[in-house]
């Protein structure tokens, strides 16, 4: 029993909340797939299932557009694999930032009573994150290594301060304003309790669209006839959605429940929260045909799509890749619809998201941001981007 007068109540004394961080600690903890993880990445040899799909069809690079529809069996497979490698490339860049969010967060938590549990819960966490990061990373490397000899979609490790967006709407400024922007949240979060909490509402809105499309990629493995042979790359996008399931559940009770046990927010702390949800969304406002469910800015995939269609697997010419990358980004096709539609849906899932929290702002809470996009907007941009073009050859 508490007796000694504290200005604000410890975790421990808000047992519903107490019990939810403990439970899901608890049970992610039994389920952890850290050592399945990193035996598919000590097992995994490209040769092995080159002739595979990885993920159900249409989580295939480009799908539904043009390229894809004129694309024989064998090409679908590598734009299948493809998939795999272009969107896990961008899942180990927020995770390197969400390693890094969740020490300085839980910093500036356990900085009141009683958050012990909870400090623990995100050590858990990142460690699987690490092993998460060595899976794809084994994958991606290796696989473009063996088709390519070069990184078109993988990257050489970098910090938390980088763009998380591989493919972002960028340029050496705007890349120096995020990075100063990444290390203002950290100090902040590192020293403040309430803005630490709704670093978890933001991690929450990230993960969100993520898991949905994480959960579709995760069905391949757990329909496959025949599990112990299944492709590893298949392993490993189950294996990873159950880790991320829990993460998802800390996101929760981190920026949603833990709320009620903080000091009421000030008006600083509301702003900082505000401009938390809003760099989200204006992360996510853009979204991409190549890999459905990102949110990248078409233009800076270009240099990457130009060098797979100049590959040994589309072989193309200049002229004829050039012609392709018009259709396939420049004209409304199935393939953009759907990545769209993707945007649409996530921005009204974080709008559900985000209504329980009481200080986010009416932009926000509408995601404005993310809906002032429309498709018109990103062909022409597109159209404008692709008169500029020039591929380098690979
Ligand atoms: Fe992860
Ligand atoms: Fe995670």
Redesign the pocket.
Known sequence: MRTLPAAVPALSEDKKTSKKIAINHKRNKKQDHTELMDQCAKDFRYEDCTDEYWNPEEFSLLYATPLWIEADEGQRVLLNQLFWVAYYSQ?ISA?VATIFFNQTSAAGMYALEGFRDVCDMLDLESA??RA?INAFKTVSDQFEEAVFGERVFSWEMRGPYAQTMIFPDSNKLKDWWKSLQLRSFGLLSAGNAFIASQYFTVRGMRTLNGKMVQQKLSLYYQRHPDQENAPLPSAISYY?FM??SF?FNSSCILGHDLIGSLPKPTAFERMVGNKGIRGCQFDHRNFSAVVKGLFWYEPATFQAVYKVLRSDIFKMEDAEARHMMYRCFGEENDGNIASFDVLKTAADSYEKFLDPLDYVSDRNRKMQVMRDTTLEGYLSTNRRALSRFRGTNV
Do not use: F, G, S, T
């Open positions: 899942i995770e699987q994150e998460h990873h880790d991320e993460h």
